[in-house]
């Protein structure tokens, strides 16, 4: 059962957690949502296929958010209670290290338990998902129905077709088709025309009352061929999904490959959960100011200590996917540092006479 002082800190650091990790997260998303605009617009994406990758990009950014969200809220909300003087008066209360601890942990648990979900299943599922809606997208942008006064290419650009209005039935009226073949060229126009098997891999225009010209581009020797109906096959590249990349497999499926790469993939998924509690347990005695100090006094410390553990994951990730002798390793020493970081704060607080016997026989 929680007191009322583990219910204070817990309301007071959860708040300012979801507060840091909501304003990372809008400052990121800013940059994602041009991103996804960009594509969105070169491709043609429709306004559902915009809003689904957006709502999954913020899912897959959640665990990169969350621990330093959750670092910086313990370090900040902390750092209040020491700026206002409630941490010295809870001490005077014979509250010591360990009831602060309590309430902390009990909520980096919690973070660290859905940490695990994302990583392990959400994520992956959410790169797979967003992965199948931009082919899907791609393929109905590039393959799907002719739009009135819009050329548009096929076969890597060897075939354009344009039409110069479309009824309500989809009879196109004007229309131009142009397909290169080696050195030859091939010009077709026709009144109108019918677009069978739109947003397929196999479609085929059917074009009617018109001519078309064949011939090498630079010559004077040209066909022409006038004709009432003419059938125009077209075969498009399939695209593919990519849904052999680490980032989009199953836990599982990381588990069973040996695969460089793969497993530079589960031990990241490994890390991110005990990164969020090796980091609450740092920033508990990082957090702690000395009198007159502001209160984000620390705030630049906190920020330097997650990039070097940040980067020091990053870079045991890097050594795994690329099969080195150091990456054989695995990840687990990168979380040694800051734990070592903080049992060395924790010992200067709760012990300093024998950390500087010096000091102390001066005071």
Not at 121 to 126: D, E, F, G, L, Q
Not at 248 to 256: G, H, N, Y
Not at 337 to 353: D, I, K, M, N, S
Request: hydrophobic letters at 50%.
């Amino acid at each position: 059962m929680l007191s009322r002082l583990d219910r204070y800190l817990l309301r007071e650091v959860a708040q300012t957690f979801v507060a840091v990790t909501a304003v990372l997260l809008i400052v990121l998303l800013s940059n994602q949502l041009a991103r996804v605009l960009g594509q969105a617009a070169q491709g043609g994406f429709p306004a559902s296929a915009v809003a689904s990758l957006i709502g999954l990009t913020t899912l897959q950014q959640l665990p990169l958010l969350v621990p330093i969200g959750l670092f910086l809220g313990i370090v900040l909300a902390l750092g209040r209670l020491y700026h206002e003087s409630e941490m010295t008066a809870i001490g005077a209360c014979g509250v010591g290290t360990a009831r602060i601890y309590r309430p902390i942990l009990l909520l980096t648990a919690v973070v660290a338990a859905g940490l695990a979900l994302l990583t392990f299943r959400v994520v992956p599922a959410s790169e797979a998902r967003a992965q199948d809606i931009r082919i899907e997208a791609l393929r109905v942008a590039q393959f799907g129905a002719l739009e009135p006064g819009r050329f548009r290419s096929f076969a890597g650009g060897d075939a354009v077709f344009y039409a110069e209005r479309v009824d309500k039935s989809g009879q196109l009226f004007g229309v131009f088709v142009q397909r290169r073949t080696a050195d030859r060229l091939e010009i077709a126009i026709a009144e109108r025309a019918e677009q069978r098997g739109a947003g397929q891999m196999e479609q085929e225009f059917i074009l009617y009352d018109g001519h078309r010209y064949e011939g090498v581009a630079g010559s004077r020797e040209w066909r022409i061929v006038e004709f009432r109906e003419h059938g125009i096959p077209v075969r498009l590249p399939e695209l593919k999904s990519g849904k052999g990349k680490a980032e989009r497999k199953s836990t599982r499926e990381l588990m069973a490959s040996t695969e460089g790469p793969d497993r530079a993939e589960l031990a990241w998924r490994i890390a991110v959960p005990i990164m969020a509690l090796v980091l609450s347990l740092l920033a508990i005695p990082l957090a702690k100011l000395r009198p007159r100090q502001g209160r984000f006094a620390r705030i630049g410390v906190a920020i330097l200590a997650y990039f070097l553990y940040s980067n020091l994951v990053a870079l045991a990730q890097v050594w795994i996917e690329k099969d080195t002798p150091a990456g054989h390793l695995g990840m687990w020493w990168t979380h040694l540092p800051p734990l070592l970081l903080a049992t060395w704060f924790l010992w200067r607080e709760e012990r300093p006479g024998r950390l500087w016997p010096v000091r102390a026989a001066v005071a």
